[in-house]
C-alpha cells in the first residue's frame, strides 16, 4: 500500500508516518511538507519505505509537484494545516481551506481512491448543552474562532464532492473524516509553546502560575497522538468512509488543569478572560488569538461509539493523562527531529524577534 501524508512532519503527522511504518511492513509511504527533514535516519530505519517530497500546499504553484505525489497512491491522509502566524489569516485559510481543494481536486484528477482527512472538534457548530454529540452534529464551525470555520469551511469542500460523487457528476476518492478534540504528546512541547506563549517566556513558565483563571464551565476533549495515529491507520486498513469522533472518554476540567500546571484554579468569566486574551493578542504581546477561547468555552463533547464500534478503535490513555504529559513537554520544551516540532528556546526566539518580529505576524521562512 502506498499512502501520501500531508503534513507529515507535524505533531500529528509524525505519529501517523511513524505508526504506518512500525504497524504494516507492506506500506510505503511518501511525506509531504513545506520543510521536509534533512536527515534520512527515518528513512533507513524503514529500508527505504519512507521518501519526503516538498510541498506547499498555500499555493497553486504547488499542483504540479503534488500531483506527481500522488500519482499511483492507494491513499492520501491529508493532516496539513496551520496555526500561526495567527495576524495572517488569508495565508491560513490558503494553507488550511485551499490545501484542501487542491489535495481533493489533485487526488481526483490522479484517481486516488481513498482520501482520509484530518477534522477537528472544532468543525462542530457550538454545543447547546455537555451531552456528547455524534457525527451527525452540525458542522457550521464557531464564527468567532478563525480554526474553526476554516475547519468547518474545508468539510463543506468534502460535502461538496461527495454529493456530486453520489449523482455520478465527477468520480472521486471515498472520504473518511477524522475528528479528534484537543490533540496532544510530549514531543509537540516546543511547537505548542511557539503557538501558545509569548516567545520571551521560558517553557518551564508554564508551571510557575500561582493561580489560574478559567471559566467553571470548560471542558475539553483530548486525545493523545498516538491513539490518532491508530485511527488512521485503521480507516486505511479497512477502506473506511464517513465521520469518525476520537477522544478519550472523559474531558479535561478546569481543576484537571490547574492541576497539571500546579496552580490553584480560580473561576474567571469566559468574557473576561477573552477580553484579556484579545487585549494582548492585539498587542501583539503574545500569539493566541481570542478565537480559540470562545473554541475552548463552545466545542460539544464527543461520542466516540461509531469509532469504537466500526474501526474497534478506543483511547489508550485518559485525557488527563495526555493534559500531564503536554505540559510536561511544554516545561520541558521538548521537541522531534522536524522543523515544525524543533526545539524551542528563549535566546533563538529573541534573535528571530528581532529580525523577523513576532510570530503571530512573522512571515514564513
Known sequence: MRVVVTGATGNVGTTVV????????????????????????????????LTWAGVDLSDDACLPALRVALRGADAVVHLAWGF????????????????????LESATAEQVPHLVHMSSVGAYSPKTDDLPVAESYPTHGIRSSMYSRHKATAESL????????????????????????IVGQRDAGSALLRYGLPGLVPGRAVTLLPVLPLDRSLLVPMVHAADVADAVGRVLEQRSTGAFNLAAPTPVTPADIASALGARHVHAPGRLLRAAVSASWQARLQPLDPGWIDLALEVPLMDTRRAREELGWSASRTAVSVLEETVAGMRDSASGSTAVLRPRSVARNLRERVRSGPIAGRRRP
Do not use: I, M
Not at 84 to 103: C, I, K, M, W
Not at 168 to 178: E, F, I, S
Open 18 to 49: 511513524e505508526h504506518l511504518l512500525a504497524t504494516r511492513d507492506d506500506v510505503e509511504v511518501v511525506g509531504l511538507a513545506r520543510r521536509v527533514p534533512t536527515t534520512a535516519a527515518a528513512d533507513d530505519a524503514y529500508a527505504g519505505r
Open 84 to 103: 500561526q502566524p495567527s495576524h495572517d489569516p488569508d495565508y491560513l485559510e490558503a494553507l488550511g481551506v485551499g490545501g484542501t481543494r487542491r489535495v
Open 158 to 181: 468534502l460535502d461538496d464532492h461527495e454529493a456530486a460523487v453520489a449523482a455520478g457528476r465527477t468520480d472521486g476518492p471515498a472520504v473518511a473524516r477524522l475528528r479528534p478534540g
